[in-house]
């Protein structure tokens, strides 16, 4: 659906050439969320005012849909952008005009009829949940209710893609979830394919099937959400991840292993990490059994991202001849990241 190939972007000012964007290669298929995460400057708004070409490449290519966009006259990109909606972190409504005109705002450009329009307007409303605020004006309005009419009109001439950018970071944590549900029903309902930039790894984790990292410029890490989460290969990604995996153990916790009788020859204490079907299977049950070890959890938390389960496990293992560091070895064999806590 979306191919980016080679992308570079410098801009140049007074105080010289910054290159936001360095031969960035992606891959968006048609009908995902693709989010592209990273810190502050580091290109996220360039690639994505990239793509509907909002700003002019250096250099690479951007293809929708088939189309190459760096080579369209003014009037082919006029056309084109008609495809890729746009909402933005602060809404950009037209103050003057009601929640319907600004709707309608597009389709009016666009030159569509009246009747055409309104029959369009009310569905549009219907459709983000806004039906009962057609006659209220932007500041009347909550934050979560001016996204929705963002989404409305970025909706309104049928894109096949929509790109949102930080759409969610001027809102609160329940709004947020709000919008972006709302999001993941567009994109199931109308098949439209999502692109969206964001420093949140909440926002990727609630809705994204794909990511991509980027940093300084570089795209450093893209795949599956799954892939990247079971196995971040950069350090930048590991400390998005931080935020929504725990995996920094608990102050309480750290005391508590402090004031653990060590004394006992055998004893292991260690960090069980899952991702996936794992977490199912009786794991600790099968390591008393098998290997003759007292299996003692001190800590455990598991999450979601989408169906996928995931968490962490801290247990205390004990055992005799050689046990917990074979039962150790066994979970390894599972594919579990497991960790022996030495100093905490
Ligand atoms: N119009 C511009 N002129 C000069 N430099 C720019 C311009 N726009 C962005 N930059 C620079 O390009 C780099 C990337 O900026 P960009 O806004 O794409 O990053 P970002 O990841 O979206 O950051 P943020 O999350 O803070 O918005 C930064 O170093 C920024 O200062």
């Not at 999001?183 to 964001?198: C, E, F, Q, Y």
């Not at 004031?259 to 794991?283: S, Y």
């Not at 050689?322 to 979970?331: F, K, M, P, R, V």
Request: charged share 25%.
């Amino acid at each position: 659906m979306i191919y980016i190939k080679n992308l570079t972007k410098v801009y140049h000012s007074d105080s010289g050439d910054v290159k936001a964007l360095d031969e960035v290669n992606l891959h968006i298929k048609k009908g995902e969320i693709f989010g592209i995460i990273g810190l502050s400057g580091a290109g996220k708004s360039t690639l994505l005012r990239c793509i509907n070409m909002l700003e002019k490449p250096t250099s690479g290519s951007v293809e929708i849909d088939g189309v190459e966009m760096t080579s369209l006259s003014p009037n082919e990109l006029k056309e084109m952008r008609k495809k890729i909606g746009m909402i933005f972190q602060h809404f950009n409504l037209l103050t003057s005009r009601n929640v319907r005109g600004n709707v309608a705002f597009p389709l009016e450009i666009a030159g569509v009829d009246k009747k055409t329009i309104n029959q369009k307007v009310e569905r549009l409303l219907d459709l983000v949940g806004l039906s009962d605020k057609a006659d209220s004006f932007p500041s009347q309005l909550s934050g979560g209710q001016k996204q929705r009419v963002g989404i409305a009109r970025a909706l309104a001439n049928d894109p096949k893609v929509l790109l949102c950018d930080e759409a969610t970071s001027a809102l609160d944590p329940q709004t947020t979830l709000s919008i972006l549900n709302l999001l993941k029903d567009i994109n199931k309902k109308l098949g439209i394919t999502i692109v969206l930039i964001t420093h949140e790894m909440n926002v990727i984790k609630q809705i994204c099937n794909s990511v991509a990292v980027i940093e300084k410029s570089r795209v450093v890490e893209q795949g599956s959400l799954l892939e990247v989460f079971a196995n971040p290969k950069t350090d930048t990604a590991r400390n998005f991840l931080k935020s929504v995996t725990l995996s920094e153990l608990p102050e309480e916790l750290k005391e508590r292993i402090r004031n653990l009788d060590h004394g006992h020859l055998e004893g292991r204490i260690v960090k069980i990490g899952f991702f996936g079907k794992v977490t199912a299977e009786p794991v600790i049950s099968t390591l008393v059994k098998k290997f003759d070890v007292d299996a003692n959890i001190l800590y455990g938390n598991i999450d979601h991202i989408q169906d996928t389960p995931y968490g962490m496990l801290v247990v205390e293992l004990r055992g005799k001849n050689g046990g917990a560091n074979s039962a150790i070895e066994y979970l390894k064999t599972l594919g579990l990241k497991v960790e022996v806590i030495v100093n905490v």
